[in-house]
């Protein structure tokens, strides 16, 4: 079956670590994946993509990579503030589809100061 | 200011009750979308609309019903067929549906069915 799962648990960390979120899937061949950030009650806000044929993409201190042959996708946030405290969701879009979305649960980040 | 609007933010309805969700936006935008999110998961297509006067089901369209009649609305209707509708309800947009953009989200609306 199709699936796309990130790290179910809240991901705890202390102000200025890195974070890394995880966003795995199976049975399917993506063309490119987004990350959002969600606070709660609140709609997705936009942060990055990523195409299938790049490995690494930055903004600021975001950094994602895409692995297609692990079928995964790594999300960093370097020197984390708790600002940063919300949920990522990561986002699959297959070739032919237009511009649906396939969407993970979404993890959930806490940065302790 | 440009973005996509919801209304309203609170809904509640009976059960058999039918109830309409707004979906606005001025942002020139062809393709709308509507999503459903329950807690701990992740948003799950319900209907979408590449142009206007076209929409297409989604995964869970059952129950739910849409319209596109102008660029800038696309109302969803829940109706009492809806086995369980309470949710977050979301709604989206991209400038071109058929090409890689990012989706700009409304604020949501929570519907409760008490």
């Known amino acids: 079956s199709q699936k796309i799962e990130q790290n179910s648990e809240a991901l705890n960390i202390q102000e200025g670590k890195t974070a890394t979120l995880t966003c795995n899937y199976t049975n399917y061949s993506p063309a490119y994946l987004q990350w959002y950030r969600q606070d709660p009650g609140r709609g997705p806000v936009f942060l990055l993509l990523?195409?299938?044929?790049?490995k690494e993409k930055r903004k600021e201190r975001l950094k994602v990579t895409f692995d297609t042959t692990l079928k995964q996708s790594l999300f960093h946030i370097t020197a984390s503030q708790p600002a940063d405290s919300a949920t990522y969701l990561c986002?699959?879009?297959?070739?032919?589809?237009?511009?649906?979305?396939?969407f993970g649960q979404g993890t959930e980040l806490s940065v302790k100061p | 200011d440009g973005g996509i609007t919801q209304s309203p933010k609170y809904l509640f309805r009976k059960e058999g009750q039918n109830v309409t969700l707004s979906c606005e936006q001025n942002?020139?935008?062809?393709?709308m979308y509507w999503y459903r999110q329950d807690p701990g998961q992740g948003l799950r297509l319900i209907y979408y609309s590449q142009i206007v006067n076209d929409f297409q089901k989604g995964d869970i369209a059952e129950g739910y019903s849409v319209s596109r009649e102008k660029k800038e609305s696309f109302p969803l209707t829940v109706t009492s067929a809806q086995k369980n509708p309470t949710a977050f309800y979301l709604c989206a947009s991209t400038p071109k549906g058929l090409s890689v953009n990012e989706q700009f989200f409304g604020p949501g609306t929570r519907l409760t069915v008490l």
């Open positions: 990523i195409r299938e044929n790049e």
């Open positions: 942002l020139n935008h062809d393709a």
């Open positions: 986002a699959l879009s297959l070739y032919n589809q237009g511009g649906k979305l396939i």
